[in-house]
């Protein structure tokens, strides 16, 4: 069911606004985007050039949310190459559980507030 609705919402963030429509990119043939591997002199040389388009790029954040809602496996999307998308959702996730660790110990805080005994 989760990966339905994510794949509903990565056809959502496609189709929304026309941002492909206004993309730096358009104009740009799609391989520059799409190199082989990411270490290799060629690969980190191609990288750099389809950076420098996004970095100009007025709807880049677009393009980046729908790359990590969408989850595809190659090319620069939104200024990011593979391995820095997953490093983001990696730090994203980690800044989640933080959030959800917090709210648990302040709940338990509140818990063990509200059942010490008043003075009185």
Same mark, same amino acid.
């Given at each position: ?9 990565? @056809?959502i963030?496609?189709?929304a ?20 591997g990411?270490?290799d002199? $060629?690969?980190?040389? @191609?990288?750099?050039? $389809?950076?420098?388009v996004?970095?100009r790029?007025r709807?880049?954040?677009?393009c ?10 190659? *090319?620069?999307? *939104? *200024? ?13 996730? $980690? ?5 959800i660790? @917090? ?5 338990? $805080? ?11």
């Amino acid at each position: 069911m989760f990966l339905r609705l994510e794949r509903r919402r990565a @056809q959502i963030l496609w189709d929304a606004g026309g941002w492909r429509r206004r993309a730096a990119c358009r104009m740009t043939g799609s391989d520059l985007f799409f190199p082989v591997g990411e270490r290799d002199e $060629a690969a980190v040389a @191609q990288t750099a050039a $389809a950076k420098q388009v996004c970095a100009r790029c007025r709807v880049r954040l677009h393009c980046l949310t729908y790359a990590l809602v969408a989850n595809p496996e190659d *090319g620069i999307w *939104g *200024g990011l190459s593979p391995s820095e998308r997953r490093a983001l959702r990696r730090a994203r996730r $980690a800044r989640h559980q933080s959030r959800i660790a @917090q709210g648990e110990d302040a709940a338990a $805080a509140v818990a063990v507030h509200a059942a010490r005994p008043t003075a009185r």
